[in-house]
């Protein structure tokens, strides 16, 4: 089944202890791309990846890392996380670059608390 | 600066009650407009596209429609499964060059039987 997994569904953890979140997806898609979602606030864009070894700031990259070494998988990284990082994420993919109106395909999200 | 607004935020219908929903842009350049439909506990699942004024997309019982400034997501005689949140999205290029696609904030949808 075509799918993009999100690990975990739900975390919660402490300020300033690092954490990753994984996400992999089956399609051979070149382009994947990571959200937060806020109340109010919508889905917006922390990084993305164009294929392996090409990653790019999205709207809210500060406090997040991310690498793309394999072209399944792009992890979510955190290395001191923060109150205000606390969110529901979402991992996607698409075929080619979102830039030539692919629609994507999304995770089933990862719920984080920072206490 | 580029903004998607969707209404309402929240919006209750008896089965088989048809509406729309909305979604307002004021973005430059714009590539193409996205709907989304997300059920609770899950990602967006992609319901259409549409890239100029006038064209409409339809599946099941929804339609979706394009104008210079808006989009409507018609919804007709609907049943308790559309039940959802429903997303749209506007792709434009930025002045770097790039393409760029933002989100709304969606339309909560509850269909009661």
């Known amino acids: 089944e075509a799918q993009v997994t999100q690990n975990p569904r739900y975390l919660i953890t402490v300020t300033g202890k690092k954490l990753t979140v994984t996400c992999s997806q089956n399609?051979?898609?070149?382009?994947m791309s990571w959200y937060r979602q806020d109340p109010g606030l919508g889905l917006r864009q922390i990084y993305y990846s164009m294929n392996v070894e090409v990653t790019d700031k999205g709207d809210v990259p500060e406090g997040y890392k991310v690498s793309r070494k394999e072209k399944r998988n792009f992890p979510l990284i955190l290395e001191s996380p923060s109150p205000n990082q606390t969110s529901l994420y979402f991992c996607a993919s698409s075929l080619i670059p979102q830039g030539r109106n692919e629609k994507l395909f999304f995770g089933s999200g990862t719920q984080l608390s920072v206490l | 600066e580029d903004q998607v607004t969707q209404s309402p935020e929240a919006l209750r219908l008896q089965e088989g009650e048809s509406s729309s929903l909305n979604c307002s842009y004021t973005v430059s350049g714009l590539r193409g407009l996205f709907w989304y439909r997300q059920d609770p506990g899950k990602g967006p699942e992609f319901l259409f596209t549409l890239y100029s004024a006038g064209e409409e997309k339809e599946k099941e019982r929804l339609k979706a429609t394009l104008t210079k400034k808006e989009s409507f997501l018609h919804i007709t005689a609907p049943k308790p499964e559309d039940s959802a949140t429903y997303l749209c999205?506007?792709?434009?290029?930025?002045?770097?060059?790039?393409?760029?696609?933002?989100f709304g904030t969606g339309t909560r949808l509850t269909i009661i039987p």
């Open positions: 999205a506007v792709q434009i290029i930025t002045n770097f060059g790039n393409e760029k696609l933002t």
């Open positions: 399609m051979n898609h070149e382009y």
